[in-house]
């Protein structure tokens, strides 16, 4: 069973940037998975799409962070990860790594928390 890692969440000011990186517990696991994405999830809020990550090389984002987070994939280091710059209060939210095998089998993250101040 593979399991993911979320790090890198915290508490930060409006305008500042934040790196979250998701790491894949099973050495090599990174190659099974055809995409890897961000989710998110506010109070009281349904769980958004933030970025996703296609065989290594399509990108697509949700509307709200377009040309301020960059998702990225590192196959020799078995991580993922989103960079976030520009932040604002908005992006406050649990922020999940997932993963979709070829397999079919989808892999969650435990959540890591991203509070932006104004």
């Known amino acids: 069973q593979v399991q993911l890692v979320e790090s890198g969440g915290g508490l930060v000011q409006a305008g500042e940037s934040l790196r979250l990186s998701c790491a894949a517990s099973r050495s090599r696991a990174i190659f099974a998975f055809s995409s890897m994405g961000w989710y998110r999830q506010a109070p009281g809020k349904e769980r958004e799409l933030v970025a996703i990550?296609?065989?290594?090389?399509?990108?697509k984002y949700g509307d709200s962070v377009k040309g301020r987070f960059t998702i990225s994939r590192d196959n020799t280091k078995n991580t993922m990860s989103l960079q976030m710059n520009s932040l604002k209060p908005e992006d406050t939210a649990v922020y999940y790594c997932?993963?979709?095998?070829?397999?079919?089998?989808?892999?969650w993250g435990q959540g890591i928390q991203v509070t932006v101040s104004s």
């Open positions: 997932k993963a979709n095998a070829r397999s079919g089998t989808e892999y």
């Open positions: 990550i296609i065989e290594g090389r399509l990108t």
